[in-house]
Every structure is written in C-alpha cells, then in structure tokens.
C-alpha cells in the first residue's frame, strides 16, 4: 500500500530491540514525514545505528512496528529496500573495485535497466563530487581517502533516486570543507528525499536538519524543531546584571522583589555584585531591572540574558549517559 | 536470475584481481604437477590419468575451503553485508550467485591443469572418455566442496575459522566413508560405499559414468547450499 499524501514516510511505533541481554532500543515511537530532514542526535551506544538498521529491514526489531513508505520493514522488506538509500555509519566498499565498476554493479543490484545505468553513474558522480579529478571514477575503493570514500557511499545511495534516504553519521571522518559541502548537499535533497541522519554533533545537524529527535540510553529524550527544543529544554530565560551602589545583599533584595523575577543568586566581582536572576516564566525582566537601578541610582556595567544552549543541554545528556554506563560498568 | 549473475559476476572478478586467489590457484597447480610428474609422467609407464584426479581431489579438500572462506565471512567482517542485504536481493541470489562466481574461478583454475594433459599425449594417446569423464568428477566434487566453503563462510565472520570448518568437513565426507568400508562390517560398509566421495570420484576417474555419483554430488552440494542460504538468514535473528 503506497503512502497517501498525508501520512508519514517514516512511522515508528514503540521499537524494541535487545541484543540478547543488551537492551539498545527501548520503546521509542516517532514519525517522519515527506520532505523532511530529520536529525538523529544521541551520545555514543544511544541506540542511532540500531535503529537505522530496523529502518531498512537490515535488523529485525524485538518489538514494536516501524514502516518505511507505508510498507512494514519486516513483512514488506523488499519493498522497503526498492525506496530507501542506506549508507551505514562504517561506508563499508569491495577494496579491490574500482569507483565506476562498485557503482555501476550498485546500479544493477537496484535494478535499473542496463541501459541506463551508464547515466544514473554518471549523475551521482556529478553530484557527489567524483568526476574530478579525472581518473576519479577508475580509481581502486581501496585507496581512496576517507572523504572520497564517503562520496562513493552517498552516491551509491542516491543511484535509484529513493524517496528515503537513511544516513549513519554521513559526516564523521570529513574535513571541514567537505562537511560544509556534504551538508548542503543534503540540504539540497529534501525537495525529492525525505531524509533521516545520525550524528554525535548538535551542531552540525542543527544547521541541517528541520527536526531532532534527542535519543540516549535507547529512549527518546526529547524531539521536536531546534527551535522547539531549545525553548522546552532551556526553560525560563536567565539574566546576568553586575551592578554597584549598595551592599550585596541589599541589591538582591531590590532586584528580588520584582515582579518578574524569581530566584537570585549572589556573587562578588570585586567591588561590583553579580547578580543571576532566573526569570519568572517566560518574562523578560531586563528592563524592569534598568528602571529599578535608575530609580535607586545604581550604576549598572552588565545586564545580558543568558542564552543557554541546545548544546549545554546535550551535553549534559551524554554526561549523564556516559556516567550512568560507568556506573553499570562498575 | 539476473541478480543472482550479478552477484557472481562480481565475484569472480573478485577472484581474478585477488592475490589470494591467484596463491591457492598457483599451490593446487604446483601440488597437481609435481604429483603428476613424480608418478604418472614416467616415459615408459602406461599413459594413466587415475591418480592424477585422484590426487587432485585430495588436494581440492584444502584448497577449495581456502579459496571460499572470504565469500561470507568476509561481507560481514568489513560489514558490506549491511548495503548488500539493504539492496533488493534474498539470501538465495546472493549465496547461489557466490556459488557461481567461485564455480568460475575453479574452472578456469581446472582448465590450467589441461597443460598436463597436453604434455601426456606427447608419449601416448590418452582416452578421450577417460578425461571427460574425470574431469566431469573434479566439476562435481568442486561444487560439493565449494558448497561446504559457502555453508562454513557463512556460519562466522572469522575467514580462518570457516576455512578450517569447511576443510573439516570436506575431509571427513572423504575419510570416513572409507574408513568404515575398510571394517569390512555388513551393512555399515555397502552403506558408507554410496556415501563416499572418493568411491565416487575413482569412478570418474575410471571413466566409468555412475548416475548415483552425479545424484550424490547434485544433491549433496544442493543441501550445502541450502543450509548456507538458511545460516545467512539467520544472521539477523542472532
Ligand atoms: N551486534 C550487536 N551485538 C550486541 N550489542 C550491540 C550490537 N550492536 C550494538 N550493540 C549495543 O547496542 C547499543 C546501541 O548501539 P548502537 O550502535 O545503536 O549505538 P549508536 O547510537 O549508533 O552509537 P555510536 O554513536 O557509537 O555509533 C550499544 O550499547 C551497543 O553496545
Ligand atoms: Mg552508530
């Protein structure tokens, strides 16, 4: 059954997966929809390339029901393989072939017609940037750099043109430059692929992806556009102020009974007082903050809101995983 | 079909640009010349090519299970088996088309022994029937061997260990069958007759064609393959 126009392109329902005692995924649910690029961020042993691997039929789940294109990846395997493009986190080639011959047998395995196959080779290579240098395309997998390896692999998945494209880590092992183009080259496939990506760094799939899903441990941990994410995860706004013009605490007292704030914390920098101030809900307290001080003549050198990062929040997940896996190990 | 001849396309011309494969194929030349010339190509003796098959069975046992221990055990070492098995494709075509593709390898590797014959012929005619016939017993004694290699291969990820597995079992389907007939016991001997691979393969050899030794070895090599196509699938369950 092909996917209607409203239902998702990639519909994940409470997947499990145990590795005989080792629990990887742990009833996670969520769906994809046509067009998107949806970033799989998650700390080392999360479960990412387990779950990549259910979604294209590589590994059975223990439980729970993932479709791909509105085709069950268990039951419908093979129609699942025609429309995904998989390039799994290691690039994985034949060493002793050459880039034209791997492509060309990749081309035929995805059953395009021996005609054509000569012109679906030569389109990735363009696109993935194999054409040059010259000799490219006659080179032996084996003693390509990681980086041209890495373009094999994507060109490899983009051979039969499928409407899901599946991408472990498409980025590890590449120069910054190559990121940079990798990326948009990405970016400039969600007109015709939906696409879903792995990746360590917040900040690279930020930059690329129109959602994330946040997943540690094997659960999801939080999900939605980076946007959204940053305002569930940083909660209320935070505000530095260093001022002068009266004691410590005097100052946080001031501040502190404004309507807007909430928690104050102290702090001496020299002969000026820092103050922290969490905001009450989602209240911006700055100004109310300058008009208290120009009232009591305080002299003001700092009044910033923090903007706490998606990052810091991350961060702090993989700490708390890393430390949590320690402990297990202990 | 088709997929299944791509896959053994792209496995022999594996084989043709592997050093590995061009070592065994050198030894079990080496090894079949120098028994040829150490005990048939003696000017005088009656042209015999017997032993020659003979030998070239036995060397087979161990020269085979080397030349297949990569063909799955190596996919998922390196994890090719991942873009492999997310492509269109059953275990069935892979694992046949593997089949194939070495099946290739080993006949052009059994062509090259046609130089001894060449050389033979120089002192005395040898029987056309008798040649056919042999080298139709090597084909179906390689298939048999090459499908215990697939069904070793596809069993760990380790190329030393299915090669060892594979050369074990090869070995055993040769020696025991004669080991039991020598007791001599009724009815264990006439049984571990029709199941003995080199019965079989002195048949050939003899230029005699038996129809139980192409059903054995059809048959044999067919379940080897079967059971490889299985052990692939599962993988994923493991
Ligand atoms: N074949 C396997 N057998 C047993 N356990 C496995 C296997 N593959 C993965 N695991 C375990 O499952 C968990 C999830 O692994 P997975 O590879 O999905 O993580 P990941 O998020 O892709 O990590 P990374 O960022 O390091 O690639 C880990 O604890 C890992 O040790
Ligand atoms: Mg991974």
Known sequence: MPPTNGSPMIDVKNLTKWYGPVLAVDDISFHVDRGQ?????GPNGAGKSTTLRILTSFLPATGGKATVAGFDVLA???EVRRRIGYMPESVPLY???????YLTYRAALREIPRRERRAAVDRVAQRCWLSEPEDMMRRRLDQLSRGYKQRVGLADVLLHN??????DEPTIGLDPAQIRAMRDLITGLAAEHTVILSSHILAEVEQTCSHLIIIAGGRIVAAGTSGELRQRVIGPNRIITEMKGAEP???AADVGGLDSVGD??????????RLMIAANDDSDPRSAIFQLAAKKDYTIRELRREVA?????????????????????A | MRKTLIIARRELAAYFVSPMAYVIGGLFLLASALWFFHSIFIPGRQASLRPLFEAMAYILTFALPLLTMRLVADEVHTGTVETLMTAPITEAHVIVGKFLGVMGFYLALLATTLVLLVLMAIYGQPDTGVVTMGYLGMVLVGALFVSVG??????TSYQLVAAIVAAGICAAMVLLPQAVIATGLAPWDRLASRLSVMMYVKDTARGVFDTRGVIFFVTTSAVFLYLSIKTMESRRWR
């Open chain 1, 37 to 41: 690029i949806v970033g799989f961020l």
């Open chain 1, 309 to 329: 990062s998606l990052e810091d929040f991350f961060v702090q997940i993989t700490y708390e995983q890393n430390t949590q896996t320690t402990d297990q190990s």
């Open chain 1, 162 to 167: 499928p409407p899901v494209l599946i991408l």
């Open chain 2, 150 to 155: 697939l069904f070793a291969s596809a069993m």
């Open chain 1, 249 to 251: 605490n005097v100052l």
């Open chain 1, 264 to 273: 104050v914390q102290v702090q001496r920098a020299g002969n000026w007082t």
């Open chain 1, 95 to 101: 060493g002793e072939m050459r880039v034209r011959e």
């Open chain 1, 76 to 78: 419908e395997s093979m």
